[in-house]
């Protein structure tokens, strides 16, 4: 699976030389993305020693190196490239994720990277234009989505409508096994709303 990161000859070259000044016998590279599947997906590179990878890393045994991949991240570096070139400062390490913040989902996918993938594919655009923005929090174990409102949703009025209506509608449309959504400030709790 993630023989879909292509590592160039030259970013071998230079991630190996990287790793041999570490002096540390066994060292490897590990890949991860840090929040997959959103406008904020970083993708990471780093040192790790023996011991440090995780159970559930891919690993790539490459000519030159070895590389884990954290397999949570896997789907989000389908097409992703590491290179490097070199320059007269020495040159530069480069990661292309062209899917890392659009992960490619299907049926098989986790639930939080399906939700995900609809809020910032078909919700979020929707509600850029009024300066909002919605982000998964979390999923509980009776798979509600606890959605957080950001930007002009927050306190807004209708709020409970746009949610109700529009997001929970699309959202159990598209992923049936969804409960439902809840707001991370339950709007419908109102065990302390002031009523005159």
């Known amino acids: 699976m993630s023989e879909s990161i292509q590592i160039t000859d030259s970013a071998q070259d ?15 590279v590990r890949i991860f993305i840090t929040q997959p599947g959103t406008p904020y997906a970083e993708t990471c590179l780093a040192y790790c020693r ?13 000519e030159k190196i070895t590389v884990f991949v954290d397999t949570h991240s896997v789907p989000f570096l389908e097409e992703a490239v590491v290179d490097f070139n070199a320059d007269r400062m020495g040159g530069q390490l480069t990661i292309k994720a062209p899917n890392a913040k659009m992960p490619k989902v299907n049926a098989d996918s986790p639930l939080e990277d399906r939700i995900n993938y609809i809020l910032y594919s078909e919700i979020n655009p929707g509600l850029a234009a009024h300066g909002g923005e919605i982000r998964l929090i979390q999923l509980t174990d009776e798979n509600y989505a606890v959605l957080q409102f950001g930007g002009g949703c927050q306190g807004c009025a209708a709020v409970d409508l746009t949610l109700k209506e529009g997001v929970e509608k699309t959202l159990l449309e598209r992923i049936p096994e969804l409960s439902g959504i809840r707001d991370v400030t339950d709007h419908t709790d109102t065990t302390n709303a002031y009523y005159r």
Request: hydrophobic fraction near 35%; proline fraction near 7%.
């Open 14 to 28: 230079y991630l190996a030389e990287l790793l041999a000044k570490q002096n540390v016998e066994g060292i490897a």
């Open 50 to 62: 023996p011991g440090e990878e995780e159970p559930s890393d891919e690993k790539m045994t490459l």
